[in-house]
């Protein structure tokens, strides 16, 4: 059974970090994380293939966040850092088995239950 499981949320204070962690079931060939507040579409954080080739971010988040994987474990991270009000959201860590172009959620296929992140002023 495929899963993918995400911890690593919480609150935290703004200007402080957070490091995401998603454990996933498979070694897909690629991984990335969303985010969705409360109200708003789900949005890309960033992806990355998972053989090393490339890493993609939203522009907007570029410098704060880093995504990383260790392929031994399967495993996924999100490090946050500098962390803003306005990343408060529900953080869902994404995979899917053949395609690796963009940052747009119905590119992929399997999903975690997400992790919540909250950062106050």
């Known amino acids: 059974q495929v899963q993918l499981v995400e911890s690593g949320g919480g609150s935290v204070q703004a200007g402080g970090s957070l490091r995401l962690s998603c454990a996933a079931s498979?070694?897909?060939?690629?991984m990335g994380w969303f985010r969705q507040a409360p109200g708003k579409e789900r949005e890309g954080v960033a992806i990355?293939?998972?053989?090393?080739?490339?890493?993609y971010y939203a522009d907007s988040l570029k410098g704060r966040f880093t995504i990383s994987q260790d392929n031994a474990k399967n495993t996924l991270y999100l490090q946050m850092n500098s962390l803003k009000p306005e990343d408060t959201a529900m953080y869902y860590c994404?995979?899917?088995?053949?395609?690796?172009?963009?940052?747009?959620?119905?590119?992929?296929?399997?999903w975690g239950q997400g992790t919540q992140v909250t950062v106050s002023s």
């Open positions: 990355m293939y998972t053989s090393g080739k490339g890493t």
């Open positions: 994404a995979a899917d088995t053949y395609r690796c172009r963009s940052l747009v959620p119905t590119n992929f296929y399997y």
């Open positions: 498979y070694p897909f060939y690629c």
